[in-house]
C-alpha cells in the first residue's frame, strides 16, 4: 500500500487542473505547468485530485506516488511558487545579476557568467558583514533545484573550512584537518 500516493491533493482556489490521455495541466496565478504521465490514472472529484494505479506490480507501485508528488509540486507551484536560497562562504566570493545574467566572483581568474532561464526569477543579496545570498524564485520546483544544483557545482563547499557555495540551512560535514 502507498502511503503517499493514496493521499489526496487539495486543489486550492485559483488554480485549474485539466486531464487529458496522459497529459495533466495544472494553471494558477504564478504560471502553468503540464506533465506527462504513464502507469497510473488521475481524475479530479469534489476539489481534489486523486492518483490511482490499476494494478499491484512494481511498476505501478514505483509510479504511484511519484505522480502523485510531481502533480502536488506542480499545484503547490502554481499557486505559491518554490525557493531556494544558495549563500557564497568564502573571502572574496561575490554575487552580481543583470537581469537573467548570475555574475558570481569564486575566486577563480575569471568570473563565472551564467545565464538563468526566464522562468526563473533571480536576485542577490549582498550586506557589509554577511556572506552573499543567491535567491531563486519560480512556479517550476524541478527548474529551480536544476537551476541552483548547477550553481552550487561551480565550487562546492569543501570540508575543512566549508569555503564554496551551500544551499542556506545546509549542514555541513566537517573534517578536522591536521593537528600539530
Known amino acids: 500500500m502507498s502511503r503517499i500516493g493514496n493521499n489526496p491533493i487539495a486543489i486550492p482556489e485559483g488554480v485549474t487542473v485539466e486531464i487529458s490521455e496522459n497529459l495533466v495541466t495544472v494553471k494558477g496565478k504564478l504560471g502553468e505547468l503540464t506533465q506527462e504521465f504513464s502507469g497510473v490514472s488521475v481524475k479530479i472529484e469534489d476539489g481534489q485530485a486523486w492518483v490511482t494505479r490499476p494494478s499491484d506490480s512494481k511498476e505501478h507501485k514505483s509510479m504511484h506516488g511519484l505522480y502523485r508528488s510531481l502533480v502536488l509540486n506542480m499545484i503547490e507551484g502554481v499557486s505559491k511558487g518554490w525557493t531556494k536560497e544558495l549563500e557564497l562562504v568564502g573571502v572574496g566570493y561575490r554575487a552580481s545579476n543583470q537581469g537573467q545574467k548570475l555574475d558570481l566572483a569564486l575566486g577563480f581568474s575569471h568570473n563565472i557568467v551564467f545565464d538563468i532561464a526566464p522562468e526563473v526569477k533571480v536576485e542577490t543579496i549582498s550586506e557589509k558583514g554577511k556572506n552573499p545570498i543567491v535567491k531563486l524564485t519560480s512556479h517550476d520546483k524541478q527548474l529551480v533545484g536544476h537551476i541552483a544544483a548547477k550553481i552550487r557545482s ?14 542556506v540551512g545546509e549542514i555541513l560535514r566537517r573534517k578536522a584537518g591536521k593537528s600539530a
Open 154 to 167: 561551480f565550487r562546492r563547499p569543501e570540508p575543512y573550512k566549508g569555503k564554496g557555495i551551500k544551499f
